[in-house]
């Protein structure tokens, strides 16, 4: 089952994953809300549509932006709704 792992924690963990672009977005329900605050990024890419980020924060540790998700995704990015991916120091291991 695939997991997202940072600073050794399971951050994310389902079995219903979609991959798009290489990455692989989790249900938004399988992302620990005890390790995440709202950030005021954003960035748009010109099929999914707007992205929204979350920062990683535990321990003192800081992953700044390493959750993103498209709040409304375009008509094209249907199967992204409702689901998170991860960056930089987040890794997707099944």
């Given at each position: 089952?695939?997991?997202?792992?940072?600073?050794?924690?399971?951050?994310?963990?389902?079995?219903?994953?979609?991959v798009?672009?290489?990455?692989?977005?989790?249900?938004?329900?399988?992302?620990?809300?005890?390790?995440?605050?709202?950030?005021?990024?954003h960035?748009?890419?010109?099929?999914?549509?707007?992205?929204?980020?979350?920062?990683?924060e535990?321990?003192?540790?800081?992953?700044?932006?390493?959750?993103?998700?498209?709040?409304?995704?375009?008509?094209?990015?249907?199967?992204?709704?409702?689901?998170?991916?991860?960056?930089?120091?987040?890794?997707?291991?099944?």
């Amino acid at each position: 089952m695939p997991k997202a792992v940072w600073n050794d924690l399971v951050v994310a963990e389902s079995d219903d994953t979609v991959v798009v672009e290489g990455n692989h977005y989790f249900p938004r329900a399988a992302l620990r809300d005890d390790l995440i605050r709202e950030s005021d990024t954003h960035t748009v890419c010109p099929w999914k549509g707007t992205a929204s980020y979350y920062t990683l924060e535990h321990g003192g540790a800081t992953s700044p932006d390493a959750v993103w998700y498209y709040p409304d995704p375009k008509p094209d990015a249907e199967m992204v709704r409702d689901r998170v991916a991860f960056w930089k120091d987040v890794q997707v291991v099944d």
